[in-house]
Protein backbone atom coordinates (compact mmCIF):
# COMPACT_ATOMS: atom_id res chain seq x y z
CA UNK A 1 0.00 0.00 0.00
CA UNK A 2 1.40 3.55 -0.85
CA UNK A 3 2.11 5.92 1.37
CA UNK A 4 2.11 9.89 0.49
CA UNK A 5 3.34 13.24 2.57
CA UNK A 6 1.87 16.56 1.44
CA UNK A 7 4.83 18.68 0.96
CA UNK A 8 4.62 22.27 1.73
CA UNK A 9 6.89 25.85 1.03
CA UNK A 10 6.24 28.21 3.16
CA UNK A 11 2.47 27.90 3.46
CA UNK A 12 1.80 26.79 -0.17
CA UNK A 13 1.19 22.94 -1.10
CA UNK A 14 3.36 22.51 -3.75
CA UNK A 15 3.18 18.33 -4.35
CA UNK A 16 3.09 15.15 -2.60
CA UNK A 17 6.27 12.73 -2.14
CA UNK A 18 4.77 9.17 -2.12
CA UNK A 19 6.23 6.07 -1.42
CA UNK A 20 5.05 3.27 -3.24
CA UNK A 21 4.24 -0.76 -2.16
CA UNK A 22 7.67 -1.77 -3.38
CA UNK A 23 9.04 1.14 -0.86
CA UNK A 24 10.15 3.24 -3.79
CA UNK A 25 9.64 7.42 -3.70
CA UNK A 26 8.33 9.49 -5.95
CA UNK A 27 7.54 12.91 -6.20
CA UNK A 28 4.87 15.09 -8.03
CA UNK A 29 4.28 18.86 -8.07
CA UNK A 30 0.54 19.76 -7.29
CA UNK A 31 -1.76 20.57 -10.20
CA UNK A 32 -2.54 23.57 -8.03
CA UNK A 33 0.77 24.58 -7.52
CA UNK A 34 1.84 24.24 -11.58
CA UNK A 35 -1.35 26.43 -12.39
CA UNK A 36 -0.12 28.94 -9.62
CA UNK A 37 1.43 31.98 -11.80
CA UNK A 38 3.96 32.27 -8.82
CA UNK A 39 5.24 28.57 -8.33
CA UNK A 40 8.65 28.13 -8.21
CA UNK A 41 10.51 24.60 -8.40
CA UNK A 42 11.14 23.12 -4.86
CA UNK A 43 14.96 22.77 -6.02
CA UNK A 44 16.70 23.47 -9.29
CA UNK A 45 16.98 19.77 -9.50
CA UNK A 46 13.15 19.39 -9.59
CA UNK A 47 11.75 21.67 -12.49
CA UNK A 48 8.35 22.03 -12.31
CA UNK A 49 7.18 19.57 -14.61
CA UNK A 50 3.60 17.61 -14.67
CA UNK A 51 5.31 14.47 -14.80
CA UNK A 52 6.61 12.50 -11.59
CA UNK A 53 9.93 12.53 -10.37
CA UNK A 54 11.71 8.83 -9.98
CA UNK A 55 13.48 7.99 -7.15
CA UNK A 56 16.69 8.52 -8.74
CA UNK A 57 15.52 12.00 -9.56
CA UNK A 58 14.66 13.29 -6.37
CA UNK A 59 16.46 11.58 -3.72
CA UNK A 60 19.07 14.05 -4.33
CA UNK A 61 16.91 16.75 -2.50
CA UNK A 62 14.63 14.91 -0.07
CA UNK A 63 17.69 12.59 1.66
CA UNK A 64 19.72 16.29 1.55
CA UNK A 65 17.36 17.25 4.43
CA UNK A 66 18.29 14.44 6.70
CA UNK A 67 20.98 13.92 8.79
CA UNK A 68 24.11 12.08 7.54
CA UNK A 69 26.06 8.99 8.36
CA UNK A 70 25.52 7.71 11.62
CA UNK A 71 23.47 10.02 13.24
CA UNK A 72 20.86 8.19 10.77
CA UNK A 73 20.98 5.12 12.14
CA UNK A 74 20.91 6.16 15.86
CA UNK A 75 17.28 8.10 14.81
CA UNK A 76 16.05 5.51 13.04
CA UNK A 77 16.89 3.01 16.02
CA UNK A 78 14.95 5.24 18.35
CA UNK A 79 12.12 5.72 15.98
CA UNK A 80 11.61 1.91 14.72
CA UNK A 81 12.32 2.52 11.32
CA UNK A 82 15.16 1.68 9.00
CA UNK A 83 17.92 4.02 8.63
CA UNK A 84 17.39 4.21 4.85
CA UNK A 85 13.96 4.81 4.77
CA UNK A 86 13.81 8.79 3.65
CA UNK A 87 9.88 8.92 3.54
CA UNK A 88 9.46 7.27 7.20
CA UNK A 89 12.35 9.37 8.47
CA UNK A 90 11.18 12.69 7.01
CA UNK A 91 6.86 11.87 8.05
CA UNK A 92 8.78 11.36 11.47
CA UNK A 93 11.06 14.23 11.95
CA UNK A 94 10.41 16.58 8.55
CA UNK A 95 8.19 19.21 10.79
CA UNK A 96 10.92 22.10 10.73
CA UNK A 97 13.89 21.66 8.08
CA UNK A 98 16.44 23.78 6.20
CA UNK A 99 14.90 25.96 4.03
CA UNK A 100 11.14 26.72 3.72
CA UNK A 101 9.93 23.27 3.32
CA UNK A 102 7.83 21.04 5.60
CA UNK A 103 6.19 17.49 5.63
CA UNK A 104 3.22 16.97 6.52
CA UNK A 105 1.01 13.85 6.42
CA UNK A 106 -1.49 13.55 3.54
CA UNK A 107 -5.12 15.54 4.15
CA UNK A 108 -3.94 16.95 7.61
CA UNK A 109 -3.85 20.43 7.96
CA UNK A 110 -0.70 22.83 8.22
CA UNK A 111 -0.30 24.44 11.81
CA UNK A 112 -1.31 27.28 12.11
CA UNK A 113 1.11 30.36 12.88
CA UNK A 114 0.05 30.31 16.82
CA UNK A 115 3.18 28.52 17.32
CA UNK A 116 4.31 26.63 20.34
CA UNK A 117 7.88 26.58 22.36
CA UNK A 118 8.92 24.93 24.82
CA UNK A 119 11.02 26.95 27.02
CA UNK A 120 14.62 25.48 28.67
CA UNK A 121 15.80 25.69 32.23
CA UNK A 122 19.59 25.64 32.31
CA UNK A 123 19.35 22.03 33.77
CA UNK A 124 17.27 20.96 30.99
CA UNK A 125 19.24 22.29 28.19
CA UNK A 126 22.70 20.82 29.52
CA UNK A 127 20.61 17.76 29.60
CA UNK A 128 19.35 18.17 26.29
CA UNK A 129 23.10 18.51 24.80
CA UNK A 130 24.39 16.27 26.84
CA UNK A 131 22.05 13.25 25.46
CA UNK A 132 22.18 14.50 21.63
CA UNK A 133 24.54 11.87 21.17
CA UNK A 134 22.21 8.95 21.60
CA UNK A 135 18.87 10.62 20.49
CA UNK A 136 20.21 13.05 18.14
CA UNK A 137 17.39 16.53 17.05
CA UNK A 138 15.46 14.68 19.49
CA UNK A 139 13.59 12.68 17.64
CA UNK A 140 11.08 10.88 18.97
CA UNK A 141 10.38 13.29 21.86
CA UNK A 142 6.75 14.15 21.46
CA UNK A 143 5.78 17.35 19.45
CA UNK A 144 9.11 17.68 18.33
CA UNK A 145 9.90 16.93 14.32
CA UNK A 146 13.28 18.86 13.90
CA UNK A 147 15.65 17.82 10.51
CA UNK A 148 19.17 19.11 9.67
CA UNK A 149 21.42 17.86 7.74
CA UNK A 150 25.11 16.63 8.70
CA UNK A 151 27.05 14.33 10.61
CA UNK A 152 27.51 16.47 13.83
CA UNK A 153 25.35 16.46 16.90
CA UNK A 154 22.72 19.62 16.93
CA UNK A 155 19.53 20.98 17.53
CA UNK A 156 17.67 23.68 16.35
CA UNK A 157 16.01 25.93 18.99
CA UNK A 158 13.66 29.37 19.12
CA UNK A 159 15.72 32.29 21.29
CA UNK A 160 13.71 35.34 22.49
CA UNK A 161 15.16 37.83 24.88
CA UNK A 162 18.25 35.29 25.93
CA UNK A 163 15.39 32.73 26.70
CA UNK A 164 16.25 29.26 24.81
CA UNK A 165 12.47 27.12 23.50
CA UNK A 166 12.44 23.77 21.60
CA UNK A 167 10.04 24.54 18.79
CA UNK A 168 7.02 22.23 18.78
CA UNK A 169 4.88 21.02 16.18
CA UNK A 170 6.62 22.63 13.58
CA UNK A 171 7.26 25.66 14.60
CA UNK A 172 10.12 27.50 13.08
CA UNK A 173 13.53 27.80 14.90
CA UNK A 174 15.33 30.68 15.13
CA UNK A 175 18.67 29.13 16.24
CA UNK A 176 20.97 26.28 15.72
CA UNK A 177 22.78 24.70 18.92
CA UNK A 178 25.81 22.68 18.45
CA UNK A 179 26.85 21.16 21.61
CA UNK A 180 31.19 20.29 22.48
CA UNK A 181 32.44 16.98 21.00
CA UNK A 182 34.23 15.14 23.30
CA UNK A 183 36.73 13.47 20.58
CA UNK A 184 37.54 16.87 19.28
CA UNK A 185 38.95 18.81 21.42
CA UNK A 186 37.65 22.63 21.49
CA UNK A 187 35.51 22.29 18.57
CA UNK A 188 33.02 25.06 19.58
CA UNK A 189 35.91 27.51 19.79
CA UNK A 190 37.63 26.55 16.75
CA UNK A 191 34.16 26.75 14.64
CA UNK A 192 33.72 30.16 16.79
CA UNK A 193 37.05 31.79 15.81
CA UNK A 194 36.82 30.36 12.59
CA UNK A 195 33.54 32.10 11.98
CA UNK A 196 34.28 35.75 13.08
CA UNK A 197 37.74 36.13 11.24
CA UNK A 198 35.22 34.71 8.23
CA UNK A 199 33.01 37.65 8.68
CA UNK A 200 35.87 40.43 10.09
CA UNK A 201 37.64 39.92 6.44
CA UNK A 202 34.32 40.39 4.15
CA UNK A 203 32.76 36.84 4.10
CA UNK A 204 28.74 36.36 4.41
CA UNK A 205 28.81 34.44 7.59
CA UNK A 206 26.10 33.17 9.61
CA UNK A 207 26.54 34.85 13.01
CA UNK A 208 27.50 32.98 15.57
CA UNK A 209 28.71 33.36 19.43
CA UNK A 210 29.90 30.61 22.05
CA UNK A 211 27.80 29.43 24.89
CA UNK A 212 28.14 27.53 27.98
CA UNK A 213 25.32 25.80 30.11
CA UNK A 214 26.39 23.95 33.17
CA UNK A 215 29.77 21.94 31.99
CA UNK A 216 28.74 22.04 28.48
CA UNK A 217 29.85 24.71 25.80
CA UNK A 218 28.21 25.41 23.07
CA UNK A 219 27.95 27.16 19.68
CA UNK A 220 24.95 29.22 18.93
CA UNK A 221 24.42 30.09 15.01
CA UNK A 222 21.43 31.96 13.95
CA UNK A 223 19.83 31.17 11.41
CA UNK A 224 20.08 32.77 7.96
CA UNK A 225 16.65 30.76 6.47
CA UNK A 226 14.24 32.64 8.82
CA UNK A 227 13.21 36.19 9.11
CA UNK A 228 11.04 38.08 11.12
CA UNK A 229 7.81 39.73 9.39
CA UNK A 230 4.84 41.56 10.92
CA UNK A 231 0.75 40.69 9.92
CA UNK A 232 -1.56 42.79 9.73
CA UNK A 233 -1.99 44.05 13.31
CA UNK A 234 1.56 44.76 13.55
CA UNK A 235 2.42 41.39 15.32
CA UNK A 236 5.90 39.76 14.96
CA UNK A 237 5.58 36.43 13.44
CA UNK A 238 8.92 33.95 11.86
CA UNK A 239 9.11 33.47 8.39
CA UNK A 240 11.02 30.53 6.70
CA UNK A 241 12.67 31.44 3.68
CA UNK A 242 13.94 28.46 1.48
CA UNK A 243 17.43 27.55 0.57
CA UNK A 244 19.03 24.15 -0.69
CA UNK A 245 22.60 23.05 -0.33
CA UNK A 246 24.92 22.46 -3.99
CA UNK A 247 24.12 18.93 -3.71
CA UNK A 248 20.54 19.12 -3.45
CA UNK A 249 20.72 22.02 -6.36
CA UNK A 250 22.93 19.07 -8.33
CA UNK A 251 20.55 16.38 -7.36
CA UNK A 252 23.61 14.47 -5.86
CA UNK A 253 22.62 12.32 -2.50
CA UNK A 254 24.44 12.93 0.32
CA UNK A 255 26.28 9.80 0.37
CA UNK A 256 28.48 10.66 -2.38
CA UNK A 257 28.63 14.71 -0.88
CA UNK A 258 32.68 14.51 -1.47
CA UNK A 259 34.27 15.01 -4.93
CA UNK A 260 36.03 11.97 -5.15
CA UNK A 261 32.40 10.13 -4.11
CA UNK A 262 30.96 11.80 -7.26
CA UNK A 263 30.19 15.18 -5.16
CA UNK A 264 30.05 18.31 -6.82
CA UNK A 265 33.72 19.66 -7.91
CA UNK A 266 34.22 23.69 -7.87
CA UNK A 267 34.39 24.06 -11.32
CA UNK A 268 30.28 22.92 -10.86
CA UNK A 269 29.59 24.88 -7.76
CA UNK A 270 30.65 28.07 -9.66
CA UNK A 271 28.56 27.07 -13.04
CA UNK A 272 25.56 26.91 -10.36
CA UNK A 273 26.02 29.87 -9.43
CA UNK A 274 27.10 31.38 -12.64
CA UNK A 275 23.38 30.09 -13.47
CA UNK A 276 21.23 30.82 -11.25
CA UNK A 277 22.45 33.94 -9.12
CA UNK A 278 20.64 36.85 -9.17
CA UNK A 279 23.62 39.07 -8.45
CA UNK A 280 26.38 36.64 -10.17
CA UNK A 281 29.54 38.79 -10.31
CA UNK A 282 29.46 39.28 -6.63
CA UNK A 283 28.52 35.69 -5.53
CA UNK A 284 31.35 34.41 -7.66
CA UNK A 285 34.00 36.35 -5.60
CA UNK A 286 32.00 35.57 -2.30
CA UNK A 287 32.33 31.86 -3.21
CA UNK A 288 36.13 32.39 -4.33
CA UNK A 289 36.56 34.41 -1.72
CA UNK A 290 35.48 31.33 0.33
CA UNK A 291 37.72 28.37 -1.51
CA UNK A 292 40.77 30.72 -0.75
CA UNK A 293 39.65 31.18 3.06
CA UNK A 294 38.64 27.77 4.21
CA UNK A 295 42.33 27.00 1.94
CA UNK A 296 43.87 28.99 3.88
CA UNK A 297 42.69 27.90 7.30
CA UNK A 298 42.81 24.66 6.62
CA UNK A 299 38.99 23.30 6.50
CA UNK A 300 39.30 20.29 4.47
CA UNK A 301 35.33 19.55 5.21
CA UNK A 302 33.78 22.04 2.68
CA UNK A 303 31.84 20.02 0.31
CA UNK A 304 28.77 20.69 -1.74
CA UNK A 305 27.14 20.68 1.31
CA UNK A 306 28.43 23.06 3.18
CA UNK A 307 28.01 25.79 0.63
CA UNK A 308 24.31 26.64 -0.39
CA UNK A 309 21.57 28.69 -2.59
CA UNK A 310 19.25 31.19 -0.38
CA UNK A 311 16.11 31.48 -2.67
CA UNK A 312 13.29 34.26 -2.46
CA UNK A 313 12.96 37.60 -4.34
CA UNK A 314 16.20 37.05 -5.79
CA UNK A 315 18.19 33.82 -5.95
CA UNK A 316 21.62 34.66 -3.70
CA UNK A 317 25.02 32.44 -2.31
CA UNK A 318 23.93 31.89 1.28
CA UNK A 319 26.08 32.76 4.13
CA UNK A 320 28.90 30.40 4.95
CA UNK A 321 28.59 27.58 8.04
CA UNK A 322 30.07 24.88 9.44
CA UNK A 323 33.98 26.84 8.77
CA UNK A 324 36.58 25.51 11.11
CA UNK A 325 40.57 24.63 11.07
CA UNK A 326 40.04 20.74 10.51
CA UNK A 327 43.74 20.62 10.38
CA UNK A 328 43.58 21.57 13.43
CA UNK A 329 42.65 17.75 14.43
CA UNK A 330 45.02 14.79 13.13
CA UNK A 331 42.67 12.47 13.16
CA UNK A 332 40.71 14.25 10.47
CA UNK A 333 41.48 13.75 6.32
CA UNK A 334 44.12 15.68 4.96
CA UNK A 335 42.31 15.21 1.51
CA UNK A 336 40.65 18.64 0.82
CA UNK A 337 36.33 17.36 -0.46
CA UNK A 338 37.11 19.38 -3.80
CA UNK A 339 40.69 19.45 -5.64
CA UNK A 340 41.33 22.84 -6.08
CA UNK A 341 42.90 22.76 -9.59
CA UNK A 342 43.33 19.34 -9.51
CA UNK A 343 45.27 19.06 -6.06
CA UNK A 344 43.50 17.51 -2.94
CA UNK A 345 46.17 18.14 -0.68
CA UNK A 346 46.06 21.19 0.80
CA UNK A 347 49.66 21.61 1.96
CA UNK A 348 50.32 20.79 -2.00
CA UNK A 349 48.39 23.31 -3.45
CA UNK A 350 50.29 25.91 -5.74
CA UNK A 351 49.92 29.13 -7.37
CA UNK A 352 49.82 26.66 -10.93
CA UNK A 353 46.80 24.80 -9.30
CA UNK A 354 44.95 28.24 -8.39
CA UNK A 355 45.84 29.10 -12.08
CA UNK A 356 44.03 25.65 -12.96
CA UNK A 357 41.17 26.23 -11.01
CA UNK A 358 40.88 29.88 -12.63
CA UNK A 359 40.84 28.16 -16.00
CA UNK A 360 38.13 25.37 -14.66
CA UNK A 361 36.09 28.48 -13.56
CA UNK A 362 36.00 30.89 -16.06
CA UNK A 363 37.72 33.28 -14.00
CA UNK A 364 40.87 35.58 -14.70
CA UNK A 365 44.31 33.77 -13.67
CA UNK A 366 45.78 36.93 -12.31
CA UNK A 367 42.98 38.01 -10.63
CA UNK A 368 42.59 35.01 -8.71
CA UNK A 369 46.40 34.59 -7.56
CA UNK A 370 46.13 37.81 -6.47
CA UNK A 371 43.03 37.29 -4.54
CA UNK A 372 44.55 34.39 -2.50
CA UNK A 373 47.32 36.86 -1.44
CA UNK A 374 45.22 39.47 -0.50
CA UNK A 375 42.91 36.86 1.82
CA UNK A 376 45.99 35.80 3.20
CA UNK A 377 47.46 38.67 4.02
CA UNK A 378 44.16 40.14 5.13
CA UNK A 379 43.31 37.07 7.24
CA UNK A 380 46.80 37.69 9.20
CA UNK A 381 45.99 41.28 10.03
CA UNK A 382 42.40 40.47 11.34
CA UNK A 383 42.92 37.13 13.18
CA UNK A 384 44.87 38.21 16.41
CA UNK A 385 41.81 40.52 17.37
CA UNK A 386 39.60 37.34 18.10
CA UNK A 387 42.25 35.20 19.96
CA UNK A 388 41.22 34.52 23.12
CA UNK A 389 42.20 33.26 26.50
CA UNK A 390 41.08 29.21 25.40
CA UNK A 391 43.85 27.23 24.29
CA UNK A 392 42.46 25.93 21.30
CA UNK A 393 41.46 29.23 19.84
CA UNK A 394 45.86 30.13 20.01
CA UNK A 395 46.93 27.00 18.98
CA UNK A 396 44.37 27.19 15.64
CA UNK A 397 45.25 31.34 15.16
CA UNK A 398 49.06 30.00 15.48
CA UNK A 399 48.12 27.14 12.88
CA UNK A 400 46.30 29.66 10.62
CA UNK A 401 48.90 32.24 10.47
CA UNK A 402 51.76 29.57 9.76
CA UNK A 403 49.78 28.48 7.02
CA UNK A 404 49.21 32.17 5.65
CA UNK A 405 52.60 32.67 5.77
CA UNK A 406 53.85 29.89 4.13
CA UNK A 407 51.27 30.30 1.64
CA UNK A 408 52.63 34.10 0.64
CA UNK A 409 56.18 32.89 0.47
CA UNK A 410 54.96 30.22 -2.25
CA UNK A 411 53.03 33.10 -3.77
CA UNK A 412 55.38 35.97 -3.93
CA UNK A 413 58.47 33.95 -5.37
Do not use: M
Given at each position: MSRTLDVYLQRDLVGQLIQDENGQLAFYYDEGWLNNPKAVPLSHSLLLRKEKFSRNECRGFFAGILPDESKREIIAKNLGISARNDFAMLEQIGGECAGAVTFIPAGEKLPERNYSYRPLTSGKLAEILKMLPRRPLMAGEDGIRLSLAGAQDKIAVHVHDGEISIPLGGAPSTHILKPAIEHFEGIVFNEAFCMKLAHAIGLQTARAEVGKVEDVDYLLVERYDRTVHKDASGAEYLERQHQEDFCQALGVIPDNKYQNEGGPSLKQCFDLLRELSSAPVIDLQGLLD????????????????????????????????DVLSTTYYPDLAKKMAMKIGGEYESDKVTPKNFDQLADETGLAKPSVKRRVQEVAETVLSKAPAFVTDNPTTKTVAALIEGRCTKVLQKFKS
Open positions: AVIFNFLIGNHDAHGKNFSLLYGGETRLAPLY
